[in-house]
């Protein structure tokens, strides 16, 4: 968790549950609360946390985790009260003179700071804060000026497209005061990727983000001015798989600012090369809301999720854990691990339970395509070709895991996981050539496409209608969602269930994929 190297690690984490685990504990508040006496779990767990993942589909590079002896020496994070962000044009009169004024205020910490716990309610508003409160400060680039405030700037709006909302206010970041007098733009918290602007300028929280992520990166790179070395060891941080032949990484040392902020420029909203993932083998950005359901986590199925200590465990990992892992012998923060005090703060075991929660507690927004007769046509369509043999209601997902195309599982695999021996055939690179790939993909739910965007593990097809759209299996398509750095055209291999259907059968069963 180096502040420098770790600033990219994105923030998926969640859920709840009320069953007691191993090395649970109450809280303080709990013995005092007569309503709701939530048991805390233990986040870090050797035993727990040596079994966590699935294997990658090259063992020998699965991380090793720290201990959670140094795990839990490291300092909490303390959570300071933030305030919102407005694109320009929008800020209230005298706003950053008034912040200017403001005392930092710790919301939330290990030392006696603590929001009110009394009820579950409670908690799921503490948990609305953890959500929405930044890891860091400064820009996405490492290099990048603390003092900068660049989301003031138009030309940061022209440059990568960042959606702002109907109040004026541009969700995805929050303003940071640690030092009266110190204004700094807070990033990377959970809010960051799943905060999504709709349409009509409302935020969903929790849904599939739509901020221009690598946009904002290359911005930074362009902007920041920082030296080569440092973006370096930045990107080989995020993507290195040194024990690949060839490594992917090989050239990175010889590249520019401006060539390391050009393979991000295509990545879209909705889409992001996370750490562990890659600049040409970005990952669709998930929909949070209704993930107490899923069995496994991320594209690739990296993560079982079978109790809230696994949801928590997600957390710690996503927002710099796993940075300070070995995979076979690279480890992203760089070896050796500094002391625990000296690498970036981890949250709280309360501040995970109560971030579960609150994500827990997320609705879908009210759904205007209402069931009719183009779509009831379009659910016959559904089960006469077979989608729910994979796409199972009332979930839509059967939680399973297909194996990418040109992975083998071991012979023990069928009995440790969920999955259905069949490859539908997408680009396998995410899952075999990445610090997430598991040699598999896990099948998506489909609730929410309405809203969501950029479809395909890598986010190749901005709409339902693209996906769909069988021309995206030539050679010469364009995508309309995600096209690797240097190549035009590109086909949208694999998935070609739905590919064959008449014109009037694929508009009913997108119709009714809308409704769900």
Request: aromatic content about 10%.
């Amino acid at each position: 968790m180096n502040l420098k190297l770790a600033v990219l690690s994105s923030c998926f984490a969640l859920i709840v549950a009320v069953a007691a685990v191993p090395g649970s504990r109450p809280t303080a508040q709990s013995a005092t609360t007569a309503g709701f006496s939530p048991i805390i779990p233990r986040t870090w767990d050797d035993h727990a946390m040596a079994q966590l993942e699935v294997p990658l589909a090259y063992p020998s590079a699965s991380p090793k985790h720290v201990s959670a002896e140094y795990y839990y020496r490291i300092p909490v994070r303390p959570i300071y009260k933030t305030y919102p962000v407005y694109a320009p044009g929008h800020e209230p009169p005298g706003y950053m003179d008034w912040l200017q004024k403001q005392e930092p205020a710790v919301v939330w910490d290990d030392k006696g700071h603590t929001p009110p716990l009394g009820s579950e309610a409670d908690w799921i508003k503490a948990g609305e804060i953890v959500f929405d409160s930044p890891l860091f400060s400064g820009g996405l680039f490492a290099g990048f000026p603390q003092d900068s405030l660049y989301v003031r700037q138009p030309e940061f709006y022209q440059k990568t497209g960042t959606p702002t909302a109907a109040d004026g206010t541009v969700p995805f970041y929050r303003y940071v005061i640690r030092q009266k007098g110190q204004i700094r733009i807070g990033i990377l918290g959970c809010a960051m990727c799943h905060t999504r602007v709709m349409p009509d300028g409302s935020v969903l929280k929790g849904a599939q983000g739509n901020f221009p992520f690598d946009r904002a990166m290359a911005y930074n790179y362009r902007t920041g001015g920082g030296p080569p070395p440092v973006a370096h060891a930045l990107e080989r941080a995020l993507f290195g798989t040194p024990w690949l032949q060839p490594d992917p990484q090989a050239d990175l040392d010889q590249m520019s600012i401006e060539e390391i902020a050009a393979r991000h420029d295509p990545i879209p909203p909705g889409v992001v090369a996370r750490h562990r993932t890659g600049t040409l083998t970005p990952v669709q950005v998930p929909d949070l809301i209704g993930v107490k359901d899923r069995h496994y986590l991320d594209r690739t199925g990296l993560q079982q999720h079978r109790s809230i200590a696994d949801l928590m465990r997600y957390a710690a990992l996503n927002q710099g854990g796993d940075d300070m892992a070995s995979y076979s012998g690279f480890i992203p923060d760089g070896s050796p691990l500094p002391d625990p005090d000296k690498v970036a703060p981890r949250y709280s075991d309360e501040q995970l339970y109560a971030l579960a929660l609150y994500v827990y507690s997320l609705q879908p927004p009210p759904n205007p395509n209402k069931p009719d007769a183009l779509s009831k046509r379009g659910e016959q369509v559904f089960q006469g070709e077979n989608c729910p043999v994979c796409h199972t209601p009332p979930l839509y997902t059967s939680n399973k895991l297909t194996i990418a195309e040109g992975f083998t599982p071991p012979p023990d695999a069928d009995e440790k996981y969920d999955i259905l021996p069949v490859s539908v055939g997408t680009d396998p690179n995410l899952a075999l050539k990445t610090r997430r790939g598991t040699g598999y993909y896990k099948v998506p739910s489909l609730k929410g496409v309405w809203y969501r965007s950029m479809f395909g593990h890598s986010g190749w097809c901005a709409t339902l209608e693209d996906w769909f759209d069988p021309r995206r299996l030539r050679d010469d398509y364009v995508p309309t969602g995600f096209m690797p750095y240097g190549v035009k055209p590109y086909a949208v291999k694999g998935h070609r269930f739905g590919l064959k259907l008449s014109g009037d059968d694929r508009k009913a069963l997108i119709a009714f994929l809308k409704t769900l």
